[in-house]
């Protein structure tokens, strides 16, 4: 059953067709996936009032309905270390189509991974696991299995990666937090099942995965067409 904040997002995103970014992770958070520190910021001062509480560097990306790929559109701006950038890219992202604010958050680091959903006909929701990021359609390193999934699932499709190497460490560098990518996905998984008569499809791409722990960057959910 939906939780109540939950049903709010997707009804108040009918609009738009898909949930506008900080909106997405609000539901993900009522989820139990971990999001980063971030701020809706529908003008200058609230970005520059989050940036000086949280500390910077930050990130800072267009909130606009007219917008669903925003690296396309130049809607991301990373490594904001100053007042005077903050500022800057707020005017830049406000002169983009459809201009509803900015997320600005905290930047974090890690192996950027991707999962995904989709809606199949004649199976279901189907989960996917890749390497992400902008490039994640040159990687195309990726491994499917329908939902539900359970931890012992998300180690097959880790294992199931070309660049499995990278996460358990290579060349020195930490191994990712295993336990909690098995938590986030199985998470995402239930989420996807609770969800499965309203969306088309949900991609959580980045999912940033470090030593300590696996967080959604960013998440597009799209709606289903038919729902009411």
Same mark, same amino acid.
């Given at each position: ?9 997707? $009804? ?25 520190? +971030? ?9 520059? $009032? ?22 396309? &559109? ?16 707020? $005017?830049?992202l406000s002169r983009l189509p459809g201009f509803e ?33 902008? *490039? ?41 937090? +295993? ?8 998470? +995402? ?29 960013? *998440? &597009? ?8």
């Open positions: 059953m939906l939780k109540k904040v939950i049903k709010e997002i997707l $009804q108040a995103s009918k609009k738009y067709g898909w949930v506008l970014e900080p909106e997405a992770k609000r539901l993900l958070a009522e989820a139990g996936l971990k999001v980063p520190e +971030f701020k809706w910021a529908k003008n200058v001062e609230e970005a520059l $009032q989050f940036a000086e509480k949280n500390g910077y560097p930050v990130v800072a990306k267009i909130v606009s309905g007219d917008v669903i790929h925003k690296s396309d &559109r130049g809607g991301v701006i990373v490594g904001i270390n100053s007042k005077p950038k903050l500022e800057a890219a707020f $005017q830049h604010g900015i997320v600005v958050e905290e930047m974090l680091t890690g192996v950027e991974l991707i999962a995904g959903a989709k809606l199949d006909y004649q199976f279901g929701p189907v989960i996917l696991l890749g390497m992400g990021g902008t *490039a994640v359609e040159i990687y195309k390193d990726t491994s499917l299995r329908m939902a539900p999934i359970q931890e012992r699932d998300v180690m097959s499709m880790v294992t199931g990666l070309k660049a499995y190497p990278l996460l358990k460490g290579y060349r020195g560098s930490e191994p990712i937090n +295993f336990q909690d990518l098995a938590r986030t996905l199985t998470l +995402f998984s239930e989420l996807v099942m609770t969800l499965e008569d309203h969306i088309e499809s949900i991609d959580l791409n980045p999912i940033l995965c470090s030593a300590e722990q696996c967080v959604v960057a960013d *998440a &597009r959910i799209m709606l289903h067409g038919k729902y009411p």
